[in-house]
């Protein structure tokens, strides 16, 4: 805190007992008020608070986002996370923002909603509550808490790929409610039978079999029939078809299948020439190649640079598309 230096006044040894006071006793005042704003980062924040908002169009460093309701949401990018110089802040829909809960902040889904963000490095993959807007730094999918990036396991690195699904709105009153409908952000991926499996070398033969008497066959000589099985005892509890709810703090271990390859993708187009026509500008750029995609029954071609080798390959990589016109680009994971 600034205070303004008194002027130097000579005074005498007699100086009264009430003017030191009142100058002392506010300013002592004034310094304690100074030590006590900040919460401690152990204390936790009241949770919940907010509004439910979608948002408005909106720009940042020449780049247009569009945020909007899309339970569709699965996408994969790189994540950064954010922690002491906001904790205690207020976050974009009016919670205040705690380093120490598991929430994120995302460029464009509504606020506050449930997602499930997986570290496709490790496996490590939670759910975590989105209240804030960010991360603006081009190349960045959702920005993590400082809990959800150390559960994550990639707080020390900074950065980690991961892949981003939409669950559901979030309750108000903060968390994620029980947590009872996030088994479905489980997504297997698509079964890829290599082309060289894809071949029929031909009909198999079909051995005949002989028929199989269906009669009951008398028991042998000797043979005693089994006791019946033993009644339930009155102490098993029935088995509750509701799931049991989950803790807030969960973090699963998904199946991996590596790290993944970086691009850029410069767009997504349902007319290929005009595909083909972004990916002849990019040609200076690096490798570039259309890849098409079936979303709802209909083609897309994505444009893409890469695959490249590293986060900062990618950001530079990146920085080149945008430069080239491009500034809806992205970094994507695949």
Same mark, same amino acid.
């Given at each position: 805190m600034f205070i303004r230096p008194?002027?130097?006044?000579?005074?005498?040894?007699?100086?009264?007992?009430?003017?030191?006071?009142?100058?002392?006793?506010?300013?002592?005042?004034?310094?304690?008020?100074?030590?006590?704003?900040?919460?401690?980062?152990? $204390?936790?924040?009241?949770?919940?608070?907010?509004v439910y908002k979608v948002g408005n169009p909106y720009q940042i460093n020449g780049i247009w986002y569009y945020p909007s309701e899309n339970e569709k949401y699965d996408s994969t990018g790189i994540a950064s996370w954010y922690g002491p110089q906001f904790h205690g802040k207020r976050t974009a829909n009016g919670e205040v923002f705690d380093e120490n809960q598991l929430t994120a902040a995302h460029p464009t889904l509504p606020m506050p909603v449930l997602a499930r963000v997986t570290n496709l490095e490790n496996g490590k993959s939670l759910i975590v509550r989105i209240n804030d807007?960010?991360?603006?730094?081009?190349?960045?999918?959702?920005d993590m808490s400082k809990k959800a990036a150390d559960m994550l396991g990639f707080m020390q690195k900074g950065t980690a790929k991961v892949r981003v699904q939409y669950i559901g709105r979030a309750p108000l009153e903060g968390g994620i409610g029980d947590g009872r409908a996030v088994a479905e952000t489980f997504v297997a991926p698509p079964v890829v039978t290599p082309n060289d499996e894809r071949r029929v070398s031909g009909t198999a033969p079909v051995t005949a079999v002989a028929s199989v008497s269906t009669s009951v066959l008398a028991a042998p000589s000797g043979a005693a029939s089994a006791p019946p099985p033993a009644a339930p005892t009155a102490t098993m509890s029935p088995i509750s078809d509701t799931p049991a709810p989950r803790s807030a703090e969960t973090v699963d271990q998904v199946p991996v299948t590596g790290p993944g390859n970086l691009y850029v993708q410069a767009g997504s187009f349902q007319n290929l020439q005009n595909a083909e026509a972004v990916r002849q500008q990019l040609t200076g750029v690096g490798q570039v190649e259309i890849q098409t995609t079936m979303i709802d029954g209909t083609p897309y071609y994505r444009?893409?640079?890469?695959?490249?080798?590293?986060?900062?390959?990618?950001? $530079?990589?990146?920085?080149?598309?945008?430069?080239?016109g491009h500034k809806g680009a992205r970094i994507v994971v695949d």
């Open positions: 008194q002027e130097t006044v000579r005074r005498g040894p007699m100086m009264p007992r009430a003017v030191i006071l009142a100058f002392v006793v506010p300013l002592a005042l004034v310094l304690a008020a100074c030590g006590t704003t900040e919460t401690p980062r152990s $204390s936790p924040l009241k949770q919940g608070g907010g807007r960010g991360p603006f730094a081009a190349g960045r999918e959702i444009v893409r640079v890469g695959p490249l080798s590293d986060v900062p390959a990618a950001d $530079s990589s990146l920085q080149s598309v945008i430069a080239q």
